[in-house]
């Protein structure tokens, strides 16, 4: 075998058979240089690559996961409140379409609730069958239904007799209907979609993420009558959708600077418009939303309407005006579903971080994306993909929800649709490295409807005979979802637990900062480079 077949680069290396002493001095001098330039340029990409690794090692991703209205968003809100402040006042007014979307959505349900009373339409069960489509997983949710216990007085009082007051009333508000559909279009079009009846299955590992079946209907608004079909909710892809839903008008035109400003006039007007609408329907609304007839046909067909998502009733007065300015409180209330995926970038200050006296390059675990998923079943399929390289998950578990059922599959118990959402994630073997944190979400929804009479063992057997309160139920839902994480994840993990009502700003933004702190102290250990 010659030396060509065992090297084929040597004859760029061998030195020619007649070299002088003075050629070879002047080869192994050349060499050496050559060399040295070689390990300089290795250098340099062993600590470019190094770099690399560090940047996408020093950014800390977070997911936030749980069932449809579970307070996803509403958590993302608290951390771009807290720690991105300029974006969070630069988006202000734009929720303020939302928010009076909210309040119309409210108005509109009432009204539909009013005309299928005086058609005498069936009332939906109003009470969660608590029925479990998967008894192996969940247990302990019988299938026979129990509406025995329901807490208002009059479940089965007779049909209210509407007056010609309140056809008046329906009449004068019927422009919200208009309007409602002209925000809807500005704050993004063709987002609404029918949650519809089908089915799609959505795997996460070895255990099934939900198939989807059902209906609903979400912009503030509560589900009505099953009768009328299936549901539509308004939901945006995100934030940034609904910031660049005006923004849409103007760039999809390319005519110029002209057309630009023709395009944003006319978004103005609408907004506009639609402020003048409801300031002028004001008075109606707030009749109608005091009428004792309507608040006994509400309580006859079991709505209430201050539990549900994006509730403004109550502040008509400070919304319904011409220079009506959301406050935060206001935003973090607001509800708007989120379709697909959507990311946010947070970047904590330096001084903020514990991490800053210890030594680390200047922005390591100060970049956070955080990312915010459509929770409603079907949109489960699309999380899949984002669980690799997962810092931590922060799952929404709403546990007020005991009596309510899911509204793409109203067969299902939230809550138990919670536990099967909460397996399939501990169980997952891509996410097994990651720190989960469970929100016990909407304690002072729970505390409200314990004190309304509601009783968790009615619809939980396993509570047995515990005291029905707020306290008890947090410390046995705590427990029971600490009993699955242990049980379904693939290797021991850190986990940590808190009771939430993340409407609450305040005390979320101590929880936030233990999380955020929790959250670096695991980055921090598992950042093997520093
Ligand atoms: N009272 C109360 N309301 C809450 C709480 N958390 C969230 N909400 C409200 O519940 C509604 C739904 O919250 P979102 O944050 O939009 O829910 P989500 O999980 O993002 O829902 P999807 O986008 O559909 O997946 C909003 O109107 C919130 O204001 C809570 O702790 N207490
Ligand atoms: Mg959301």
Request: charged letters at 30%; hydrophobic letters at 35%; glycine letters at 6%.
């Amino acid at each position: 075998m010659g030396a060509f077949e065992r090297d084929p680069f040597a004859i760029f290396t061998t030195p020619p058979p007649d070299e002088t002493p003075q050629e070879k001095t002047l080869r192994e001098r050349r060499e050496v240089e050559e060399k040295r330039v070689s390990d300089g340029i290795d250098e340099e990409i062993k600590a470019e690559k190094a770099a690399l690794k560090k940047t996408q090692k020093s950014v800390v991703k977070v997911l936030l996961l749980g069932q449809s209205e579970s307070g996803k968003s509403t958590t993302l809100k608290n951390f771009r409140m807290k720690y991105a402040r300029a974006a969070w006042k630069a988006e202000r007014l734009f929720w303020r379409a939302v928010i009076q979307l909210n309040l119309i959505r409210s108005i509109i349900t009432v009204l539909d609730t009013l005309q299928a009373e005086s058609e005498q339409l069936p009332i939906t069960p109003p009470l969660p069958l608590p029925l479990s489509s998967h008894p192996s997983h969940a247990p302990d949710f019988p299938r026979d239904s129990i509406d025995s216990d329901f807490p208002d007085d009059e479940p089965r009082a007779s049909p209210i007799q509407l007056s010609q007051k309140h056809d008046l009333l329906k009449l004068r508000l019927g422009p919200l209907r208009r309007v409602e559909k002209d925000l809807k279009r500005r704050l993004g079009d063709g987002s609404e979609e029918d949650l519809g009846y089908g089915a799609a299955a959505g795997v996460l590992g070895e255990t099934s993420l939900g198939d989807d079946s059902g209906t609903g209907d979400g912009v503030g608004a509560v589900s009505i009558s099953s009768r009328r079909g299936p549901r539509k909710e308004f939901g945006v892809r995100g934030w940034k959708q609904v910031l660049e839903g005006p923004l849409a008008v103007i760039n999809s035109n390319t005519g110029g600077v002209a057309d630009a400003q023709e395009a944003a006039k006319a978004c103005a007007a609408v907004l506009n418009e639609a402020t003048g609408v409801i300031v002028s329907c004001k008075e109606d609304m707030r009749a109608l939303w005091a009428d004792e007839d309507v608040k006994a046909v509400l309580r006859r067909r079991r709505i209430r309407m201050e539990d549900s998502a994006g509730f403004f009733l109550n502040d008509l007065d400070r919304i319904a005006t011409r220079n009506y300015e959301p406050s935060d409180d206001d935003i973090v209330r607001a509800r708007l579903r989120t379709t697909g995926i959507q990311e946010y970038k947070i970047h904590f200050g330096k001084d903020t971080s514990f991490l800053s006296n210890v030594g680390l390059q200047p922005d390591f675990g100060q970049e956070w994306i955080l990312y915010d998923v459509g929770g409603s079943r079907t949109a489960r399929n699309a999380w899949l993909p984002y669980f690799e390289a997962v810092n931590a998950c922060i799952f929404l578990a709403p546990i007020s929800c005991f009596d309510e059922r899911l509204l793409e599959d109203p067969r299902v118990n939230r809550l138990e649709d919670s536990f099967l959402l909460w397996k399939a994630v501990c169980s997952s073997k891509i996410l097994a490295k990651s720190t989960m944190i469970l929100f016990l979400n909407k304690c002072d929804l729970l505390k409200r409807k314990l004190k309304g009479g509601a009783h968790v063992r009615t619809f939980l057997p396993s509570y047995a005979d515990r005291p029905n309160d707020a306290v008890a139920v947090v410390k046995y839902l705590r427990e029971k979802f600490k009993d699955i994480l242990r049980q379904q994840s693939p290797e021991p993990r850190v986990s940590y637990f808190y009771a939430t009502s993340v409407t609450d700003t305040k005390a979320t933004a101590t929880t936030l900062n233990t999380v955020r702190d929790s959250i670096l102290r695991e980055h921090l250990k598992n950042a093997d480079f520093v």
